[in-house]
Structure formats: structure tokens, C-alpha cells
């Protein structure tokens, strides 16, 4: 089944403890991207990648960090976080063609 | 910078009848790609439907249908015979070709009353 899968969905976690959400596809597509959702302010790119050891900032980058060493995994990394991280964060993936992005289920972060 | 833009943060809707809900974006670009995108309480992002900016033909999938506008960057989602599973909230995207950005509104919730 073509799929993008996160984890974990849920976390909750203290200020500062580094933290990372795995993201994988199977699809063989180009194209990653980590989103962030606030209620009212709709999603709002976080990164994204083009291809493999190539990324570039979305909207929201300060606070997190990435990596794409392989063409399947795509982990977003939360060196210190912090309070104003909470959110629901989503991994997609799509391809050059246009045909939009799949979604992953979605990880509810809570930084205490 | 591309915006998107969906003005309407609340719709309603009786069972059987027909909604638009509305999205505005603005660009430079010329070759770009349109989306609109449903996320039911369970959270899930499913995509409903996609116009290529470059076809003049109104894309249609089932119920759903789009108004596309291309000179005044309007690309409106009209749900025809909504049926309660439609209950959602909607967002409006925009990707400029051969790029990874992806842009999103703001989202609309659509309420369908039995």
C-alpha cells in the first residue's frame, strides 16, 4: 500500500529534550515536506526536500532541523523545543508530476 | 511571495444541497497546480481534487468540482448533493511546478446539517 508513515502520533515531552519525528515513504517520490498545523493559520511549511542531501527552508524553519540522506526517509529533528512547538505536524511526499501530496497520519506534539 | 487565500472560515450546508467554498491565490508564475485538500476529524489530509493551471477545463471529480479562474486567481471548490461523510475542513494549496513548496490556506469547516 503507498503510504507516508510518521511516528510517533503522539508525543509529549519536557522544554529542551531533543526529539525526533521519523517520516517514510514508498513511493519513490522526490519530493518530502514537513508541515506544521495551528488552528487558524491553516499549514504551514516547516522544510522541504527536492531529492536526496538537497533541502530548503519552508515558512517556519527556525527550531528544527533536517535531513535527507536517503530518497525514502525524511526525520524532522527538534533540537531544543520549546513550548511554541506544539502543534500537529504532518510528512508528505509527492512527485515531480504535480499530482499533489500524500499526507501522513499526523504527530500531535506537546512540549511541556 | 505566493499567498493563498480562503476567506470564509465557516460554511454550512443542509444534506443534498450544493456548497462553494470560496479560494483566492496570488503568483507570478505562469505554470503552477491547484489543489483542494479535506481533513475529516479523524485528521487525515485527503486530497479531493487538482487543476493544472495551464488546462482551461474545469476539473471534476464526482460530486465535487472546481471553478477555476486563472485571470483573477480564483479557484472555487463547489460540493454538489453533500452528504454528511463531506463534513470537514477544506484547505485550498498551491504548488508552482518543479518546485517542493506546497502553500495552503487558512482552511475552511464545513458544517453539513441533516
Known amino acids: 500500500e503507498a503510504q507516508v508513515t510518521q511516528n510517533p502520533r503522539y508525543l509529549i515531552t519536557v522544554t529542551g529534550k531533543k526529539l525526533t519525528v521519523t517520516c517514510s515513504q514508498n513511493?519513490?517520490?522526490?519530493?518530502m515536506s514537513w508541515y506544521r498545523q495551528d488552528p487558524g493559520l491553516g499549514l504551514r511549511q516547516i522544510y522541504y526536500?527536492?531529492?536526496?542531501?538537497?533541502?530548503d527552508k519552508g515558512d517556519v524553519p527556525e527550531g528544527y532541523k533536517v535531513s535527507r540522506k536517503e530518497k525514502r526517509n525524511f526525520p524532522l529533528i527538534l533540537e531544543s523545543p520549546s513550548p511554541n512547538q506544539t502543534s500537529l505536524y504532518f510528512c508528505?511526499?509527492?512527485?515531480?508530476?504535480?499530482?499533489?501530496?500524500?499526507f501522513g497520519s499526523g504527530t500531535r506534539l506537546t512540549v511541556v | 511571495a505566493q499567498t493563498v487565500t480562503q476567506s470564509q472560515p465557516e460554511m454550512s450546508v443542509q444534506e443534498a444541497e450544493t456548497v462553494t467554498l470560496s479560494c483566492t491565490y496570488d503568483?507570478?508564475?505562469?505554470?503552477?497546480?491547484l489543489f483542494w485538500y479535506k481533513q475529516p476529524p479523524s485528521r487525515q489530509m485527503i486530497l479531493v481534487i487538482r487543476?493544472?493551471?495551464?488546462?482551461?477545463q474545469n476539473a471534476t471529480e464526482n460530486r465535487f468540482s472546481v471553478n477555476f479562474q486563472k485571470a483573477a486567481k480564483s479557484f472555487s471548490l463547489k460540493i454538489s448533493d453533500s452528504q454528511l461523510g463531506d463534513a470537514a475542513m477544506y484547505f485550498c494549496?498551491?504548488?508552482?511546478?518543479?518546485?517542493?513548496?506546497?502553500?495552503f490556506g487558512q482552511g475552511t469547516t464545513l458544517q453539513v446539517k441533516p
Open positions: 508528505a511526499s509527492g512527485d515531480r508530476e504535480g499530482y499533489g501530496y500524500t
Open positions: 513511493m519513490n517520490h522526490e519530493y
Open positions: 526536500s527536492m531529492n536526496v542531501e538537497v533541502t
Open positions: 503568483t507570478s508564475e505562469s505554470d503552477y497546480y
Open positions: 487543476q493544472e493551471a495551464y488546462k482551461q
Open positions: 494549496a498551491y504548488k508552482a511546478s518543479n518546485t517542493g513548496k506546497l502553500i
